[in-house]
DNA sequence: TTATCGTAGATATATTTTATCTCCGATAGT
DNA sequence: ACTATCGGAGATAAAATATATCTACGATAA
C-alpha cells in the first residue's frame, strides 16, 4: 500500500506551474533538471496528467506544459487519481461467495444481493481519504508556500524557469 | 496504491474466530478450506496476526489459532497494520533539497526545519482513514453481519468449524 | 530548414505481491 | 514412546507492478 513516486513529483511540478502566465509554458526539460529528477520518466506523468485535463500541453519548439485549469479547481486527489488510476485500493475477491457450505448455484441473498460488509467498509475508509484530499487544492498549497518560503528563493524559481524568455 | 488480498483473508478469518471458545481454536486448514483459498498462504498471515497480537496459536495436534483479544478491541486498522506494515502510504522523497538553484551545503531553514508541506497533507490524509478504520471492530462487524446475515446460515458455518469436537 | 519540443511505444530492471513447498519443533492421542 | 497433526520459519518461484531509459515520430517556432 504506497502511493507511486510520481504523485510526489506530479505536485511538486504542479507547484511550479502555478506562477505561469496562460501564454507561456515551461517544458519537461526544465522541470526535470530543476529538481534534478529523470526527463523522461517525468513525461509519463505529464502525459496522465493532461489525459485528466490537469495541464495542457505545447508541442514544437518552446513548447511545454502550463495548468489546465484555475488552481482552485485542482486537488490533491485529481493528481493522485490521475497518476494512480481510479481503481478502488480495495478490491473484493467476493471470497464469501466461496465457503464451503454454500450451495454455489444457488447462493443465499445475504450473499449476493446485499453487498460485503467488509467491502463497504474500505470503500467508505478510501472515501475519508479522498474527501480531505479533495479539499487540498493547489491554490490552498501555493498559498501555503509563499507564507512559509523565503520570498527570495521563491523569486529566484521563478526567475530560473523564466531565464530563456 | 493496492491493499494486499491478505487484508481480506485475514478480515473473512477474524470473522469465524469471533464465536471460538476462549479453550477451543481453529486450525489454518479448516480456515483456508471453508473459504476455499491456499492453505500455506493463509498462514503468512497469521503469522503476521500473532506477531501484532490479534490472535494467539495453539501448537500441536489440535491446535489452531483464536482471538487475542476482546473483539472490541480489534480494529480494520489493527488488521490492516499487520498485514501491509507500519509504512505510510506516502513516502517522501524531500525532492525539494534537489532543486537546482540551492546550495546543498547551506540549505534554508524553509526546507530543513519545516517539513514538506505535501508529506504533511498526505499523511494526514492516510490519519483520515486510519481514524475512520479504527473505528470500525470486529465486535461492530460480528454484531452486523449477525443482524444481516441469515441465522441458519451462522449457524451451519459454526457447526461445521466444530464438526470435529 | 533546423533545432526543440511533446507523444507513443518498446524495452529493461527492480521491487512487490502472490503462492507453494519443505523441514522443523510442539503437542494430543494412542 | 510412537505417530499423526498442527503452527513457524525459510527457501523458492511465478506474476504483477513500479521505476527508469531510449528511440522514432510529428508538431512548431525561429
Chains 1, 2 share one sequence.
Not at 489546465?68 to 467476493?94: H, L, M, N, Q, Y
Not at 466461496?98 to 467508505?124: A, F, G, R, Y
Request: include cysteine; aromatic fraction near 10%; proline fraction near 3%.
Amino acid at each position: 500500500m504506497q502511493f507511486s513516486v510520481g504523485v510526489e513529483y506530479s505536485l511538486h511540478c504542479l507547484l511550479y506551474l502555478v506562477d505561469v502566465q496562460d501564454d507561456r509554458t515551461i517544458g519537461i526539460k526544465d522541470l526535470a533538471a530543476y529538481q534534478g529528477v529523470s526527463e523522461s520518466y517525468l513525461s509519463k506523468f505529464f502525459t496522465k496528467l493532461k489525459k485528466r485535463g490537469i495541464v495542457e500541453s505545447v508541442p514544437g519548439a518552446k513548447g511545454g506544459y502550463r495548468l489546465a485549469r484555475p488552481t482552485s479547481e485542482i486537488s490533491f486527489w485529481d493528481v493522485v487519481e490521475a497518476i494512480e488510476g481510479s481503481e478502488p485500493f480495495f478490491k473484493c475477491s467476493e471470497v464469501r461467495q466461496n465457503e464451503i457450505i454454500l450451495d454455489k448455484n444457488h447462493l443465499p441473498d445475504s450473499h449476493t444481493k446485499s453487498p460485503c460488509l467488509i467491502h463497504l467498509v474500505m470503500l467508505e475508509a478510501e472515501a475519508q481519504m479522498k474527501k480531505y484530499l479533495q479539499s487540498k487544492t493547489l491554490e490552498w498549497l501555493a498559498s501555503e508556500v509563499s507564507a512559509k518560503v523565503d520570498g527570495t528563493h521563491l523569486r529566484a524559481t521563478r526567475d530560473w524557469f523564466s531565464r530563456n524568455l
